[in-house]
């Protein structure tokens, strides 16, 4: 496997750097969600189409990384799933969509995974699990009251990436979540628990009431390489991402 990128995602695949030689992993994308900034678009644009062009050439097959956040499937979409319309609300899923467009009308064997807020110990310090821990340490977190989280440990994904290539899946659109949707409030909670800490809170109210389906990728994995996915899975997320504490890298994700 050819991995592109050097940040977050693409470390966390070193292991698998050696299994599935006909594929090419980007991951060299805009590493914010937040991102509005048309020269980061630009060149995550340029690169996705030079490894393209690569692909087509040598035959190889190519995973991208997308987004099933709300920026992708719009806020307030309840159970999204990757064959009804989206309707994107952020630039950055703007930009994902029209990427997974490019993608569709190349050629290339392809198979997109949209993430779910992915959590893992080398991610960098503005995601969602590091910027809420640095919050609450300092005393004070603002609560984004009714936005939802789905969390996926970053194992988790790899291994699902592992398990979906061994069976040749490609040629589609997969959504990359646990398939629970939790309270931003709930996520807080835990993390006060787990660091023995209550920080003051700072109210914000958002229109973000926003899940996910899994179903698809449920079908897709074989029984044995299914994440134990459940209402509580997120806790399991959180207890793992504090084992070791995070070292935030600089590269892209």
């Known amino acids: ?13 070193r292991p698998l750097a050696a299994a599935h030689p006909g594929t090419v992993v ?5 590493s914010s969600g937040h991102s509005t900034s048309d020269a ?16 087509e050439r040598s035959g190889r097959r190519l995973v991208y990384f997308s987004t099933c956040a709300s920026g992708m499937y719009g806020a307030g979409s309840r159970h999204s799933r990757e064959d009804r319309p989206v309707f994107p609300n952020s630039p950055y899923g703007r930009h994902k969509l029209a990427m997974e467009g490019v993608l569709r009308a190349s050629g290339v064997d392809t198979l997109v995974l949209r993430l779910a807020y992915t959590a893992g110990r080398t991610q ?15 005393g004070s977190v603002r609560v984004h009251r009714g936005a939802r989280r789905d969390l996926v440990h970053v194992l988790d994904v790899v291994a699902v ?25 709930e996520i807080i909670a835990h993390l006060e628990d787990r660091l023995g800490t ?10 973000d009431d926003h899940s996910v ?3 698809k990728l449920l079908r897709l994995l074989p029984a044995g390489a299914r994440p134990a996915f459940g209402p509580d899975y997120f806790r399991t997320v959180i207890d793992r991402y504090l084992e070791t504490p995070p070292t935030p890298v600089t590269g892209k994700a």
């Open 161 to 185: 990436i592992d398990a979906l290539l061994s069976r040749g899946v490609s040629r589609e659109v997969v959504n990359v979540a646990s398939g629970h949707a939790v309270p931003i409030e």
């Open 40 to 55: 980061e678009f630009a060149r995550e644009a340029e690169l996705l189409y030079q490894v393209l062009a690569r692909c």
């Open 26 to 30: 980007f991951a060299a994308g805009v």
């Open 124 to 138: 960098r310090s503005h995601q969602l699990l590091p910027s809420l821990v640095a919050q609450i340490r300092s």
């Open 1 to 13: 496997m050819e991995i592109v990128g050097r940040g977050f995602l693409a470390g966390s695949l």
């Open 213 to 215: 389906s899994n179903a």
């Open 198 to 207: 209550v920080a003051a809170k700072e109210v914000v109210d958002v229109a």
